[in-house]
């Protein structure tokens, strides 16, 4: 029972972490509507990485701090951050040129990709069905999202660009993390790569509100304040304490209600309608993702899934 109640409450965490990352997309959404794009992951992207690195240096929530090599922090630079701030200038622009719950669903679809980018690596026949018939299905889901833009010119294509650019690059981050993961752990890499990749695009930053301007207002100075501690800290702090707990891969099949969380925060607190194409959308992705990533060798037993 003690058991039960602590994967329980582990589950709870990530509902709420979930919870808190769809606030953060459609709080970005709301504030880049006053705020350059750049500028806005610039400042919360700084931000966020120092004060999770305090948090570190001062606590235990997010376990200990490790020392970094020479190496290492180069690495943090090219591997982790320089990624990571290319992505969010891209999700920025995504989600002011298109709808949150769009760029969310994309980003929903990184699994697959990280499946195909695995190349035949490690693939008898059925796994290499599995991980193609995965994509197919998130292929169609992506194209779902874009026909309207193709075709009937609602919305705006730059903005399905940018947003199917995110989950690709969001992809590549992860696969960055892997490689720095054999030097430190997550929450050190998250810090790190954050507050990197805040830097690197403060010159861009600084030129965008050269050019454009950015007016104070308090309400997106609070929203901005919750995207640095909600959806940056808190949520990552409950992600990395359930993958101390839990498999990567049970961990994140919780990714799956990001787009859903996301879609909701944006309708009720944006007033951004739902596309009639995102729920058919949503159900190609979702089901790609879930072929991708089950263990079907598991589920149905080594009589019914050839290994050869």
């Not at 806005?40 to 700084?46: D, E, N, P, Y």
């Amino acid at each position: 029972m003690p058991a039960q109640r602590h994967r329980g409450a582990i589950a709870a965490s990530l509902v709420f972490a979930v919870f808190l990352w769809g606030g953060n997309n459609a709080g970005v959404k709301f504030i880049v509507r006053s705020w350059p794009p750049i500028f806005t992951g610039s400042t919360r992207f700084v931000l966020a990485g120092l004060l999770m690195l305090a948090l570190l240096r001062w606590t235990t929530w997010f376990g200990r701090s490790v020392p970094l090599t020479r190496e290492a922090s180069r690495q943090l630079w090219w591997r982790g951050g320089l990624v990571l701030a290319v992505y969010i200038a891209c999700f920025n622009w995504a989600v002011q040129l298109t709808a949150v719950s769009h760029v969310a669903l994309y980003l929903g679809a990184s699994p697959v990709w990280a499946l195909l980018w695995e190349g035949r690596a490690g693939g008898n026949r059925f796994t290499l069905f599995k991980r193609y018939a995965a994509a197919l299905l998130a292929l169609a889901g992506v194209i779902t999202l874009f026909w309207p833009a193709l075709r009937e010119a609602r919305g705006s294509l730059a903005g399905e660009l940018l947003g199917l650019s995110c989950s690709v690059l969001w992809t590549n981050y992860g696969r960055q993390c892997r490689v720095l993961g054999r030097q430190l752990p997550g929450a050190e890499i998250t810090a790190h790569t954050m507050w990197r990749a805040g830097v690197l695009l403060g010159p861009l930053a600084l030129l965008e509100v050269a050019m454009r301007g950015a007016h104070w207002r308090w309400d997106a100075a609070g929203v901005q304040a919750y995207c640095i501690v909600a959806g940056g800290v808190m949520a990552f702090g409950l992600w990395n304490n359930a993958l101390r707990h839990w498999k990567t891969s049970e961990v994140y099949l919780f990714n799956n209600l990001i787009p859903l969380s996301s879609t909701l925060w944006a309708h009720f607190t944006l007033g951004e309608g739902i596309t009639p194409t995102f729920w058919l959308a949503m159900a190609l992705i979702v089901s790609g993702v879930l072929l991708g990533q089950t263990n079907w060798e598991r589920l149905l037993g080594g009589r019914w899934v050839p290994t050869e």
